[in-house]
Nanobody, 123 residues
Framework: QVQLVESGGGLVQAGGSVRLSCAAS????????MGWFRQAPGKEREFVAA????????YYADSVKGRFTISRDNAKNTVSLQMNSLKPEDTAVYYC????????????????WGQGTQVTVSS
């Protein structure tokens, strides 16, 4: 089992930026594909971004492509989500997620989840 803890959420104005971080422990971090999901009140959980085990490939939802960047640092057992040009519709609880041995990032189905961190974008 891998434990995931998110940090960096908060209140930001539209057009601003925020960086979310996720710290992993308990398993070999470099074996895992990592990703971010989000869920707004009254809506289903939505895929945001994913990154493969080495960090050489990434995949983004159309709604965030060009604005968000996912990255990882295997030496520090962390994954980050840089969020730029934020919009009110980005307001959600953001969840860090992981799964071992993922070969296709567009079919990323995590089995480990963080507790979530709230991001609120004001207009």
């Amino acid at each position: 089992q891998v434990q995931l803890v998110e940090s960096g959420g908060g209140l930001v104005q539209a057009g601003g930026s925020v960086r979310l971080s996720c710290a992993a422990s308990g398993r070999t971090f470099s074996n895992y594909a990592m990703g971010w999901f989000r869920q707004a009140p009254g809506k289903e959980r939505e895929f945001v971004a994913a990154i493969n085990w080495s960090g050489s490939r990434t995949y983004y939802a159309d709604s965030v492509k060009g604005r968000f960047t996912i990255s990882r640092d295997n030496a520090k057992n962390t994954v980050s989500l840089q969020m730029n040009s934020l919009k009110p519709e980005d307001t959600a609880v953001y969840y860090c997620a992981a799964r071992e041995f993922v070969f296709k990032l567009d079919k990323f189905q995590p089995d480990s989840w963080g507790q979530g961190t709230q991001v609120t974008v004001s207009s």
